[in-house]
């Protein structure tokens, strides 16, 4: 079976999201294997998410706000910025590539940069093959 | 329908270690005078360190018929997780008791690496070890006298609740001896039991409640600091010093001990209400701290936190969300 | 062939598992003592601020949590090349006499002194702290755990948390004590030594008053003659903090003696598939195999080994106690494992001793902690002395501190060859063919292991209780031909 990566991302309803959307209404082709969560802000993005998603065997995570200076909130997309670079540096040291967790604003204007930045994405996930958390598995295993 | 002028029958109690240091036996004791009212209370049925009754004599006991059980320690080899599967089948109440039971604790850092890995430094590589036949401890091995056998290591270290179905947590390494007396109350009179499943014998709110070092509700850090690196003035809450303290992400209940020792926060206590990962609580906190805009500067002071796996998960590694280092 | 299983032993059970193979006539073939278990802290403190190790390594034992404090302390300060100032030596050691007592005690009364107060092959109901108490008197025993509970308050105060201490940091400590608190503890070291002379001539009165625990511990079977191992001062007096390693041959010669950043070029360590635990010897001598006498590479690291490695102890009382035993026991060095106890007895009182004399120092509340920081080393080497014997820290950093390696040799682990060969020649001595194996007899057997104070045993040092134990006597096919329980 060919290994199709799954990316989940978690877009802000402001700025990424309906950029997405755009990139969609646009037809434009983008690798179909994502799955979109909408938040209200970037800076709603609790790490425990991120982790859920990596645990729950997501190949790659991607998380989208407003450019800096654009939040709907003003400062979330800075907040989410500093999380996330600590979240990057963490998963980093699991053993999970660094590549896999992305950051990145995407205005609503930006369907074409969406597009081409889930195919992007996908490209570096299907050289860097699936994830390998296997834990959940054993431990389920053990429990009987 | 009790009878108050009959005296409760004495509840059955056992104690148990799986991968532990004994730290969480010592604090049963540690209770002192108290302990004597636990033992007028209860009749200890199971307690290796003390007592006279083996695994064959458990395996032989009714099911459910030990009212309490208090295992401590994680789930390291084959007979943790037999004694823990024992210990279920006759327990009525299963206490996951201490860091290592809880979250997987200090062995729980085991989880970085493999079991070949671990092996392979202790038996080969250590710098005092001669093993030029890489000679391995196996789980049967014949000597000419007869067969040895020794447990299996697993490749994992595993939490309690991972392994059994967990009653209640008891956190600390070790927990505080006093919230021991008053769990110990509450199972005997089932008198203020919360659900199962929860978090017992400690507080409702984080160390940082607690603490007493001087703090505002706005802290900011331009970079953080390795203990060392300051001079603590050991008034100043560590975080704002620029030193990482586990505090903000640490359930509350052992009286800041380590803060009082002018000792940073390691989080043995584990995450607090409402939240599972204490790891994932840390990074949130710190993220709102950091006093930088450009991702450079975020860089650079991210840089100086050193190793955040192993502090914010030092406790905790084989109970958080990604258990263990993807190998 | 038949087998005595000893499994588990209780106070060891899912830490340790003696066998017994007996030969087809009933007496003693071999023994093995195996320890299950691994965590493997030499893996996982690799890629940790070196910093953290102090605290980190504490968990590898909760009844010794100081002395791994210790050791790291030290390696730590060496990894940063740092000696830290007198006031901060002075506490560490301070904090450690207080741990020696605490565990010095709790051992002699709760495990060593059932078998001689009590007697070894009386009643096991009977033959317990309570037992003791019994036969001593109610006060002693509440005295036992008051001066337990003592030192560990003073070990709480000044370690900053009352199990796993976080006291030390590169260089120093992070704190201080003031005058009243000393005063304090002066007054707690004085009841210490009260105590401990007390507790010696207790030993005395009712070991050596009794010709048959005099002849046990002479000509019983408990003597095994190995090397001695032992951390000296520079006047070659017993210390547990600081100083170097001596090791005199089974005859009590010096062998050698080293710094602990020269411990590779001595102890060598071996694997056995049958057991988690490795086995040290004397790399200069090479592994022979578990056997004793000159030519063997196996050595000791016991309290008695430690007063056979030293030329005497640098408090009076201890001194005065030093020689008589001694001279009661034959002269230097002991080879008789039960003399385990009464080594203890004379550490205990060095500890107390120095217990005061570090807390009536004019340097205990001085108030520069630790040495300034400068070039990290990257490498360092702390030894000390565990209760249960000479334990090594050895850590590697890079430039920045990181942790990229890790060796330990913990204390027990220095006996591990020694207590199966202990174990064998009880076992060989008391078992025979168409002896009457009892419960006393098995007793017995576990006299010569729980002299070791071997620290699987965790939490023993608190509790009242023996070792339970079985004994299967299987035929050939393996059918049970006897069973002996001891409850
Ligand atoms: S929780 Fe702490 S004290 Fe308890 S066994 Fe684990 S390491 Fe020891
Ligand atoms: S972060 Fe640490 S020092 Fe600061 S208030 Fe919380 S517990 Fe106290
Ligand atoms: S201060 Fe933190 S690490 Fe120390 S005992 Fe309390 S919860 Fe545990
Ligand atoms: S609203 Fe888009 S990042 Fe805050």
């Not at chain 2, 450009?294 to 050193?306: G, N």
């Not at chain 3, 003696?18 to 087809?24: H, V």
């Not at chain 3, 005859?251 to 003696?257: A, N, R, T, V, Y």
């Not at chain 3, 060598?268 to 090479?286: M, N």
Request: glycine share 8%; hydrophobic share 40%.
């Amino acid at each position: 079976m060919s290994y199709r990566p799954t990316i989940v991302a978690f877009l802000c309803n402001w700025c990424a999201y309906t950029g997405a959307d755009l990139a969609g209404t646009s037809r434009l082709h983008y690798a179909p294997n994502i799955r979109i969560i909408r938040v209200m802000c970037s800076g709603r993005v609790e790490p425990t998410f991120i982790l859920k998603a990596f645990q729950q065997g997501a190949d790659g995570v991607l998380v989208c706000g407003c450019h800096p200076g654009d939040c709907h909130y003003h400062e979330g997309n800075y907040k989410c910025l500093r999380r996330f670079k600590l979240i990057q540096k963490y998963v980093d040291q699991m053993g999970i590539e660094k590549d896999r967790l992305r950051l990145e604003w995407i205005s609503a204007s930006e369907g074409q940069q969406f597009a081409e930045l889930v195919n992007n994405m996908t490209k570096t996930l299907l050289l860097l093959g699936p994830v390998k958390i296997q834990r959940s598995l054993e431990v389920q295993h053990l429990k009987q | 329908m009790s009878d108050s002028s009959i005296p409760n029958p004495k509840i059955k109690l056992a104690v148990y270690w799986g991968s532990a240091c004994g730290g969480c036996c010592v604090s049963v004791l540690d209770t002192h005078e108290k302990l004597l009212d636990i033992v007028n209370a209860a009749d200890l049925v199971f307690w290796p360190i003390a007592m006279d009754i083996k695994y064959k004599d458990v395996e032989a006991m009714a099911d459910q018929s030990i009212d309490l059980t208090l295992f401590n320690g994680a789930v390291r080899n084959s007979e943790n997780k037999h004694m823990a599967e024992v210990l279920r089948k006759k327990s009525k109440v299963l206490v996951a008791y201490g860091a290592c039971a809880y979250m997987g604790g200090i062995p729980g850092l085991a989880n970085f690496h493999s079991r070949e890995e671990i092996f392979k430094r202790v038996y080969e590589e250590s710098e005092s070890t001669l093993n030029p036949d890489k000679v391995r401890p196996v789980e049967e091995f014949e000597v000419k006298e007869g067969v040895l056998k020794i447990p299996e290591f697993f490749n994992d270290v595993y939490t309690l609740n991972q392994v059994v179905d967990v009653d209640y947590f008891i956190p600390g390494c070790p927990p505080q001896s006093e919230r021991l007396v008053e769990v110990f109350t509450a199972v005997i009179t089932g008198i203020g039991l919360p659900p199962k499943g929860s978090v017992v014998g400690a507080l409702e709110k984080t160390n940082c409640d607690e603490c007493l070092r001087k703090k505002t509700d706005n802290k900011v850090i331009k970079r953080f600091y390795r203990p060392w690196e300051i001079e603590d003035d050991k008034e100043t809450c560590f975080l704002e010093q620029g030193v990482i303290c586990m505090g903000p992400a640490t359930r509350g209940g052992c009286g800041v001990r380590c803060v009082t020792g002018h000792s940073p926060c390691r989080g043995c206590y584990g995450p607090p209400p409402n939240s599972t990962d204490p790891g994932a609580k840390m990074m949130s906190s710190i993220g709102t701290m950091i006093d930088a805009d450009s991702p450079e500067e975020i860089d650079e002071i991210i840089e100086t936190i050193v190793d955040p796996a192993g502090l914010f998960y030092r406790f905790s590694l084989p109970g958080s969300i990604l258990g263990r280092k993807v190998l | 062939m038949s087998k005595i299983t000893i499994d588990p032993i209780t106070r060891l059970e899912g830490h340790g598992k003696i066998e017994i193979f007996l030969t087809p006539d009933g007496g003693v073939e071999n023994v093995y003592f195996q320890v299950p278990e691994l965590r493997g802290f030499e893996k996982f403190c690799e890629g940790r601020p070196v910093e953290e190790l102090p605290s980190i390594v504490t968990k590898i034992c909760g009844v010794c949590p100081g002395c791994h404090h210790m050791a790291s302390g030290k390696a730590v300060d060496a990894v940063f090349g740092l000696t830290p100032p007198p006031t901060a030596l002075k506490l560490r050691e301070l904090f450690y006499m207080a741990h020696f007592v605490h565990s010095h005690i709790a051992h002699f009364y709760a495990l060593a002194a059932p078998d001689f107060v009590v007697g070894p092959t009386a009643n096991p109901a009977e033959r317990n702290i309570l037992g003791v108490i019994a036969k001593v008197g109610l006060e002693i025993g509440g005295e036992v755990i008051k001066q337990r509970r003592i030192a560990q308050e003073i070990q709480a105060l000044i370690g900053g948390h009352q199990t796993h201490v976080v006291m030390n940091t590169p260089g120093g400590v992070k704190k201080g004590i003031n005058e009243e608190q000393r005063d304090d503890i002066v007054k707690k070291a004085e009841g210490f030594i009260e105590f401990s002379k007390f507790s010696i001539q207790l030993f005395k009165d009712v070991v050596l008053g009794n010709t048959e625990y005099v002849d046990l511990i002479l000509k019983g079977p408990y003597a095994l003659k190995l090397h001695s191992m032992g951390l000296v001062d520079d006047q070659n007096k017993v210390n547990f903090y600081d100083g170097k390693v001596r090791v005199v041959d089974t005859e009590g010669k010096e062998l050698f003696k080293y710094s602990p950043n020269e411990y590779t070029d001595f102890v060598e360590e071996r694997v056995e598939p049958w057991s988690y635990l490795k086995f040290p010897y004397l790399k200069k001598i090479g592994w022979k195999g578990f056997v004793e006498g000159q030519d063997s590479g196996v050595y000791q690291a016991t309290p008695l080994s430690r007063l056979n490695a030293a030329d005497g102890m640098a408090t009076p009382v201890a001194q005065k106690e030093y020689d008589a035993m001694f001279a009661i026991l034959g002269g230097k060095p002991v080879h008789a494992t039960l003399a385990m106890h009464w080594a203890r007895l004379v550490e205990l009182i060095y500890s107390a001793e120095r217990c005061l004399e570090l807390a009536q120092d004019p340097d205990i509340t001085g108030t520069e902690l630790r040495a300034p920081i400068g070039k990290i080393v990257g490498e360092g080497v702390g030894i000390v002395e565990a209760q249960r014997g000479t334990l090594t820290h050895h850590y590697w950093t890079d430039e920045k501190g990181m942790v990229k390696k890790v060796n330990l040799i913990v204390g027990t682990t220095n006996n591990h060859a020694a207590i199966c060969m202990s174990l064998k020649k009880a076992a060989q001595g008391l078992i025979k063919k168409d002896t009457e194996i009892t419960e006393g007899t098995l007793n017995m057997i576990e006299m010569a292991f729980r002299a070791y104070d071997p620290c699987f045993s965790c939490a023993t040092h608190s509790l009242p209780g023996q070792m339970r134990m079985e004994l299967i006597l299987k035929d050939l096919e393996g059918n049970i031909i006897r069973k002996i329980k001891r409850r």
